[in-house]
């Protein structure tokens, strides 16, 4: 996941945590999902140009999407099989994120799905660049084949949260023949806006889409 100092600690938060481990925690002690592993890899001062595939001619920036994915890949992955007992497949590794990071998050599931199985996209900055995820990476490269992507936002605030930005993308990828509820899982937040409260408040809707509970025991994943 990115933006990993705000994912569990309200010290080292932007604005509030999410506190995914109490989620996570509840959830699987619930049996509603499996067993994870969250790694939250710290932002830094270049995160618009790291989070973003493009650069957009207006914002003045990005397009270092793909060198960050590269890290996360020959870095981060690496390391985390070198020294954890975890499970790395790519049927359950997923990439999540919110904002710019679901937007890189859906652009890794697009684009690197021999490494992702799962793409959770919340809030996601669709509006990048004119909108190009949707109009032109879905569009000049092909469908990735046995991809699940879960994609929100809510609908209140500055730009409604992307809301028909998110739209478009989830009416694009049913028209590719995903199926909602399968490899497709969208929520509208209703009353929902771009800030980390309302982020951590719906992070339970993702795990349970991307994470539902197997009917084995296995190494908890990441």
């Not at 710290?42 to 790291?50: D, H, S, V």
């Not at 397009?63 to 996360?72: A, H, I, Q, T, V």
């Not at 990828?173 to 408040?201: A, C, P, T």
């Amino acid at each position: 996941m990115h933006d990993g100092q705000n994912l569990f600690n309200d010290s080292t938060s932007f604005a509030g945590a999410w506190h995914c481990q109490d989620t996570v925690d509840l959830l699987v002690n619930e049996g509603q999902m499996d067993e994870i592993v969250i790694v939250g890899v710290y932002n830094t001062a270049n995160r618009i140009n790291e989070y973003t595939y493009s650069r957009d001619p207006t914002e003045k920036a990005g397009g270092l999407g793909d060198e960050y994915l590269d890290f996360l890949e020959q870095v981060v992955t690496p390391y985390i099989k070198a020294n954890y007992r975890v499970s790395i497949q790519r049927n359950t590794l997923g990439i999540l994120g919110s904002s710019l990071g679901g937007l890189i998050s859906c652009y890794a599931g697009w684009r690197r799905s021999s490494v992702y199985g799962k793409a959770g996209c919340m809030s996601s900055s669709f509006w990048w660049n004119n909108e190009d995820f949707n109009n032109i990476i879905m569009n000049k490269y092909p469908a990735p084949p046995s991809q699940t992507f879960y994609l929100d936002s809510g609908d209140s605030g500055p730009g409604n949260d992307d809301k028909q930005e998110t739209l478009n993308v989830r009416t694009h990828m049913l028209s590719l023949g995903w199926v909602d509820g399968k490899d497709l899982f969208y929520y509208l937040d209703k009353g929902g806006q771009h800030n980390e409260y309302y982020w951590g408040r719906r992070f339970k809707i993702p795990m349970t889409s991307l994470y539902p509970p197997s009917l084995t025991e296995t190494t908890p994943t990441v």
